[in-house]
């Protein structure tokens, strides 16, 4: 079984930057597509970046493009997103995922392989 566990949420003012880490363990991600989806309160989880298992192509949802750089060391066993810019908008809970599929990742799929428990962002205007 894996487990993937998020890091570095916390309270940050509009304009702000932060950067989220995944640390991957019980078993080998490097064959696995990763990302981060998010939650905001009173909304549904939407897709924010993906990468491939090498971490040569990413994706980003156009709400985060240019602001946010998904990244991966796989020899590490972690997944980050280095986010810039940060507006009142991004506030939400941020979860670290898994799937074989890119695909699954950015349709935020029901049968998405593996969640973190997530951690939360908030950025105060």
């Known amino acids: 079984q894996g487990q993937l566990v998020e890091s570095g949420g916390g309270l940050v003012q509009a304009g702000g930057s932060l950067m989220l880490s995944c640390a991957a363990s019980?078993?080998?991600?490097?064959?696995?597509?990763m990302g981060w989806i998010r939650q905001a309160p009173g909304k549904e989880r939407e897709f924010v970046a993906g990468t491939i298992k090498s971490g040569s192509s990413t994706l980003y949802a156009d709400s985060v493009k240019g602001r946010c750089t998904i990244s991966r060391d796989n020899d590490k066993s972690t997944l980050y997103l280095q986010m810039n810019s940060l507006k009142p908008e991004d506030t939400a809970v941020y979860y670290c995922?898994?799937?074989?599929?890119?695909?699954?990742?950015?349709?935020?799929?029901?049968?998405?392989?593996?969640w973190g428990k997530g951690t939360l962002v908030t950025v105060s205007s």
């Open positions: 995922v898994a799937d074989l599929k890119l695909h699954s990742i950015v349709t935020v799929s029901t049968t998405m392989g593996y």
């Open positions: 019980g078993r080998s991600f490097s064959s696995y597509a």
